[in-house]
């Protein structure tokens, strides 16, 4: 969704720095999640967005509004209102330790910036871009890390309850297998 509106902003030629601009734009802005073919898809303004808003560029800008607090409080509160309709799996740099704080389960993903950029340069090149180079995907990973760690409202950190999972030297189905053997436990175990 961060993505989404970074998005908007760079089409629209809006600083994403400059909360008054994106106030403005969020005013006039739809974003929705949709299913399909049990597929996760972002809608902007009814358009499908979901491959674009997976470049370096978008997700610089996806980091530096995400720091604006107007941004952070209309998304928490999207994100928020999907998740009292449904059972999901939500992923983001804030949803256990603010956006869904009682979530019976939560992850902390992470793997080593080295290994997220060699992950990063594969879905890039699989998508056709051939100009992104690991150096310049590690810096954007190093420089949305401390930025996201260091903004005010809902900085990027591990919930106290969540589960930390180093998925620096695991395949996804690994990962996934991992994640859901804990959630079946967790299912298994009754509500305090």
């Known amino acids: 969704m961060y993505r989404a509106v970074g998005l908007k902003a760079l089409r ?16 006039a802005t739809r974003l929705d999640i949709v299913f399909n073919n049990k ?38 509160e999207l994100q928020r209102e999907i998740a009292s309709r449904q059972s999901l799996v939500l992923d983001g740099r804030d949803i256990g330790s603010y956006v869904l704080p009682d979530a019976r389960c939560k992850f902390f993903l992470t793997a080593s910036e080295d290994e997220r950029a060699r992950r990063r340069l594969r879905d890039l090149q699989a998508r056709g871009d051939q ?24 900085p990027l950190c591990q919930a106290p309850d969540a589960i930390l999972v180093d998925t620096t030297d695991m395949t996804i189905d690994q990962v996934v297998d991992a994640i859901l053997n804990i959630i079946r436990q967790v299912q298994n175990e009754p509500e305090a």
């Open 12 to 27: 629209l030629g809006i600083s994403v720095r400059s909360e008054p601009e994106i106030a403005g734009m969020l005013a």
């Open 39 to 76: 597929e996760q898809h972002i809608l902007l303004d009814g358009e499908d967005v979901s491959d674009l808003i997976r470049t370096p560029q978008v997700s610089l800008a996806a980091s530096d509004v995400s720091a604006l607090p107007v941004v952070r409080l209309r998304l928490v």
């Open 131 to 154: 100009h992104a180079t690991l150096d310049e995907i590690r810096q954007d990973i190093a420089y949305r890390d401390r930025q996201d760690s260091q903004r005010s409202l809902a």
